[in-house]
């Protein structure tokens, strides 16, 4: 059960930040002109913003949980203030915990917004031949658009953004929904971290710094594989005019009305989008950075396969550009995301992930990470191996054996290192492309001796044996997924070396074998791998036996990775793994099942 829920705890939290990680390809709408939604989404905009006021004036509502050094009198402040009443009033107009509603609105193409790539109105083949609403003249479901988009696939086949024209500039669907979330909670970071004593320009950094690693995390890299600058620009000019509600000498603004004693929004009317929507909303402009992967699996033949080299001397492109031209210079948030980007993918080419540097020299940027070490150039149809030897695995292990009567044990690792005669732990990995084999291994020798005094003397020598061996093939259905299946080798063998005199007289001197078992299961798993930059790395692997001579078999694993230079690497985590069988043993049912589990560490060498 415990599995379970951490499971369903990880896909929610996955799907209701879905919403937000959404991407778009923008190049599919280059030569395609696109009628301006800007006005009707402003009118959008403000009658949200006028009905979430009216709510706010008449809503009753409980106190909020409190956060981390806050008190009651601290959260009442808030909820009373101007900015605490603008990021309120942003959260109840575009709150939803799925796709944020303007978000949605936009992407529908509610009240005749024009979205690229259109929707069929049918799903019948024949009919959308009929109509016209074809791939090839514009018109994508969901899954059409993702398979045709530059990224190739979709975290839970969830949909991509459309396109809109917001005057002028074209941007995603999804960027709206980044303007009123992520804009709403910069500026309520920002205010607490100047409560706090921080100066402006500390508390910018440390609501920036905020914003970039989500969007390398949760709602971005880790499960879209896009890193999006656009995103972040928007998250920017959202957080721009959040703030503005409260400042002296803004023409859209709150204001406190003394009689009503409530808040009201003083010429919404004369809110516009077109104020804070430019150039860099527009990932074909402000270029995303991808994973490596995608880029050279996903990004690069789609550019080769619609040709978009030939469409950046297109007048249409040109024009584009020109009015781009047009706009004042990149906001700070342009300037801070340069150094920070630079900073946190050193080693990756990330400047070569635009159209334009593409174009200049297609053999650029064409170099793609190892799933099991630090990030290499290679070509994705070259060989990759990683050696991890030494590895030490320093497990405790508990024994439980139920049938007449049950029975416990623990061995501590002390115990076992005490008595270690011999250990050896390595693991090999090859991958090409998306496919792979992997080979780990694990086997120590523990010894013993006792001896006893008496009619006879005896002395009795023990060896335990065991080892624990996988072969296993996997098979890339995600940039940092790997589905994996093999078989797995258990190893136990235990000798007794028995010698007894009587009187000086050799009496006893023989070898039993208390048990020499080999068995092998069929496995299945998982494997997940993702870097957070071009130091820090983490791994998760589990696997299940579904078939063989265990009843249970099952193993997990928690691996950080740590990058020391362009070949070597640290690993360390944690590893559990469980073995247990069934009996019938003279009418009586036995399960005995062994448990080893404890910290694992070792060198990896990568090439």
Known sequence: ??????????????????????????????????????????????????????????????????????????????????????????????????????????????????????????????????????????????????????????????????????????????????????????????????????????????????????????????????FSKGDLEANYQGALFVSSLCREGSTVKLVYDQEAEAWDIENIDQFTIKDYVNPNWD????????????????????????????????????EQRAFYGTFPEDSRNIGFGDEWVAANFEGQAVAEHSLVAYCADPELAAWSPPESGNPLSARDDQWR???????????????????????????????????????????LYANRGPYGLAFRSNFMRVEDENSRSGLLDTRIRTSLHMGVNDLLATFRVHEKVRFLTGVRHVLAKMELDIYSTLGGTEVIDRTETVTDENKFDYLIGINFNHWINDKWGLMLNSDLGVAGDNDRDFSVEFRGLYRLGDLNNVWFGYRYLQIGSDSNQDNVFYEVDMIQQGPTLGWAFTF
Not at 291 to 313: G, I
């Open 1 to 226: 059960m415990t599995y379970r829920r951490v499971f369903l705890c990880s896909l929610l939290l996955t799907l209701s930040t879905g919403g937000q990680a959404r991407e778009v390809d923008q190049y599919l709408a280059w030569g395609v002109d696109l009628a301006d939604a800007g006005p009707v989404i402003d009118i959008y905009m403000r009658r949200k913003m006028l009905e979430a006021m009216e709510l706010d004036k008449v809503a009753e509502r409980e106190m909020p949980p409190l956060g981390e050094a806050e008190t009651e009198d601290d959260v009442i402040e808030w909820y009373l203030s101007c900015y605490g009443t603008a990021e309120r009033l942003m959260k109840e107009a575009y709150y939803s915990p799925t796709y944020q509603k303007i978000e949605e609105f936009v992407d529908l193409g509610s009240e005749g917004i024009d979205i690229y790539p259109r929707r069929p109105t049918t799903d019948d083949d024949q009919e959308r031949q009929r109509l016209g609403e074809t791939i090839e003249n514009g018109y994508m479901t969901d899954k059409e658009y993702i398979d045709n988009s530059i990224v190739g696939s979709s975290p839970f086949d969830v949909p991509m953004s459309r396109v809109v024209n917001a005057y002028g500039v074209y941007t995603g669907a999804d960027k709206f929904g980044h303007f009123t979330s992520f804009g709403r909670k910069y500026l309520k970071k920002f205010v607490r971290l100047r409560e706090r004593g921080m100066s402006r320009e500390e508390a910018f950094k440390e609501v920036m710094e905020g914003g970039y690693a989500s969007e390398e995390s949760v709602v971005g890299m880790m499960f879209t594989n896009v």
């Open 283 to 318: 990932e074909s402009y402000n270029n995303s950075v991808f994973s490596d992967d995608t880029w050279v699996e996903n990004v690069v033949p789609a550019f080769d396969a619609r040709n978009e080299c030939a469409k950046l001397d297109s007048p249409w492109v040109k």
């Open 385 to 427: 191996f990683s050696i991890a030897f030494p590895m030490i695995w320093t497990p405790d292990i508990d024994g439980k054996i139920r049938g007449d009567e049950s029975i416990d044990f623990s061995i501590g690792f002390d115990d076992i290192l005490e008595n270690l005669s011999f250990g050896l732990m390595f693991e």
